[in-house]
């Protein structure tokens, strides 16, 4: 159980073309999901807390402009890189947490997808 | 101080040894501890799972939480070259969770 589904696992794309990347929990329902960047050798960074029917939470830092993240149903979330540039190639994994059992469970992750901007 | 430390290692250790992971914190209002493993090119999985203090233990793997040193382990038995990855320890008091760097554990077959 708990399987976070994230496609695509690789784009490769033209500087200043957008790229949407999709979040799917595929035996649960996600109240909650996350939106992280990873650098290579680096930990996760939390980019946006995206919550079903409501505006993102961003963190401090993070352009909400250039991230633009919709969570319009219990099982998908969508991170769009609009206008992208190289310094946005990165690892971006979103994560999950079940929403209805009532009690306080961890996240689950996705498997991640590799941005390389040209 | 970093709200969590975690060692980046690489830490190499021959097959069937004992393997020890650690992380220390200083957010006393932690009370969730996981453990997550991620291989390269993948998002991280969940490996173990611990509420406050105590011990938790999943076939080979045994989860260690001492709040009162801030301080939480990860211990791996009989381990396999499959075992070979980056091992992240993550904390949380609420929704969000504060992941250490990583360790990069390789077992030498």
């Known amino acids: 159980g708990a399987v976070v589904s994230q496609h695509p696992s690789w784009v490769i794309c033209k500087s200043g073309t957008s790229v949407k990347i999709e979040c799917r929990s595929l035996d649960f329902q996600a109240t909650t999901m996350f939106w992280y960047r990873q650098f290579p050798k680096q930990s996760l960074m939390l980019m946006a807390t995206?919550?079903?029917?409501?505006?993102?939470?961003?963190e401090q830092g993070v352009e909400k402009d250039k991230f633009l993240i919709n969570h319009a149903s219990l099982t998908l979330s969508t991170l769009t890189v609009t206008s992208a540039h190289p310094e946005d190639s990165s690892f971006y994994i979103c994560?999950?947490?079940?929403?209805?059992?009532?009690?306080?469970?961890?996240?689950?992750f996705g498997d991640g997808t590799r941005l390389s901007i040209l | 101080q970093k709200e969590v430390e975690q060692d980046p290692g690489p830490l190499s250790v021959p097959e069937g040894a004992i393997v020890s992971l650690n992380c220390t914190y200083s957010n006393s209002a932690f009370q969730y501890f996981m453990w997550y493993r991620q291989y390269s090119r993948k998002g991280p999985e969940l490996l173990m799972y611990?509420?406050?203090?105590g011990n938790k233990e999943d076939g080979r793997f045994t989860a260690q939480v001492d709040k009162s040193s801030k301080y939480i382990s990860l211990f791996i038995r009989d381990s396999q070259p499959s075992d070979s990855a980056t091992y992240l320890c993550a904390m949380s008091d609420d929704d969000k969770i504060i992941f250490g760097k990583g360790t990069r554990l390789h077992i030498l077959p």
């Open positions: 994560s999950a947490r079940d929403g209805l059992t009532g009690l306080r469970q961890p996240q689950h």
């Open positions: 611990t509420y406050s203090s």
């Open positions: 995206s919550n079903e029917g409501s505006k993102a939470t961003y």
